[in-house]
């Protein structure tokens, strides 16, 4: 039976973007990167032939070129691919691990938060999101200005936090001026921000401020 043939909640791409991807099979998930299958084969067919040839998914990532290529339906540009793949896993766990890592001093979230916001010619808005153990769930710029002002929508910083499933946060934005002490608007729009956000009990633990150096406005006793 072909794919198309299939009900919706049994094709690997519906099922993924209905139920999540936690919820298909090794073989559904190698069939959705495989994409479509041999004649005679369907792709979850072949996906289910494959990892019994290997042995299992995580034989088939790391056979040898010349053995993955060797199957039919796979060949030197799907191992690019895979690999391409599997190194954006690392990379994306690496930084992950780098930003819960962040969490572990105010120090080292000064670190990080210099590191990514210092070079910026423009001023940008950043939300650190964090569970209800205070590990970082994502980073993410939210809003960009000009040189020396950003526009800060307290609906849009909501929704992206509710998005994101946060219990509590981090702000942060850049001066380009190199100025780092707070100005009366940035005080302001935190604590619209913070009254906004305690509304979905969302705790806004500090808003960090980076210039020439860093201000923290949860240590100048501003939140």
Same mark, same amino acid.
């Given at each position: 039976?072909?794919?198309?043939?299939?009900?919706?909640?049994?094709?690997?791409?519906?099922?993924?973007?209905?139920?999540?991807?936690?919820?298909?099979?090794?073989?559904?998930?190698?069939?959705?990167?495989?994409?479509?299958?041999?004649?005679?084969?369907?792709?979850?067919?072949?996906?289910?032939?494959?990892?019994?040839?290997?042995?299992?998914?995580?034989?088939?990532?790391?056979?040898?070129?010349?053995?993955?290529?060797?199957?039919?339906?796979?060949?030197?540009?799907?191992?690019?691919?895979?690999?391409?793949?599997?190194?954006?896993?690392?990379?994306? !766990?690496?930084?992950?691990?780098?930003?819960?890592?962040?969490?572990?001093?105010?120090?080292?979230?000064?670190? !990080?938060?210099?590191? /990514?916001?210092?070079?910026?010619?423009?001023?940008?808005?950043? $939300?650190?999101?964090?569970?209800?153990?205070?590990?970082?769930?994502?980073?993410?710029?939210?809003?960009?200005?000009?040189?020396?002002?950003?526009?800060?929508?307290?609906?849009?910083?909501? /929704? /992206?936090?509710?998005?994101?499933?946060?219990?509590?946060?981090?702000?942060?934005?850049?001066?380009?001026?190199?100025?780092?002490?707070?100005?009366?608007?940035?005080?302001?729009?935190?604590?619209?921000?913070?009254?906004?956000?305690?509304?979905?009990?969302?705790?806004?633990?500090?808003?960090?401020?980076?210039?020439?150096? $860093?201000?923290?406005?949860?240590?100048?006793?501003?939140?």
């Amino acid at each position: 039976m072909q794919i198309k043939d299939l009900p919706d909640e049994q094709r690997p791409r519906e099922k993924l973007i209905s139920c999540g991807s936690e919820q298909l099979t090794d073989a559904e998930l190698l069939a959705i990167f495989l994409r479509t299958g041999i004649q005679g084969t369907n792709v979850v067919d072949l996906a289910q032939h494959l990892l019994a040839h290997f042995g299992g998914l995580r034989m088939l990532i790391s056979a040898p070129i010349e053995e993955f290529c060797q199957q039919k339906g796979l060949g030197s540009a799907k191992y690019a691919q895979l690999q391409a793949v599997i190194e954006m896993s690392r990379r994306y !766990f690496a930084e992950q691990a780098m930003l819960e890592d962040a969490l572990r001093s105010p120090q080292a979230v000064r670190d !990080f938060l210099l590191s /990514k916001l210092k070079d910026e010619e423009n001023e940008q808005f950043v $939300v650190l999101y964090l569970d209800s153990q205070h590990r970082v769930v994502k980073y993410e710029p939210l809003f960009w200005g000009t040189i020396d002002s950003a526009v800060i929508y307290p609906r849009v910083v909501m /929704k /992206k936090v509710m998005e994101a499933r946060a219990s509590a946060v981090i702000f942060a934005h850049n001066h380009p001026s190199g100025y780092a002490d707070p100005s009366q608007a940035d005080i302001a729009i935190t604590d619209k921000l913070k009254k906004a956000l305690a509304l979905i009990d969302v705790r806004v633990v500090d808003h960090v401020i980076v210039g020439h150096d $860093v201000v923290s406005f949860a240590e100048r006793g501003l939140l």
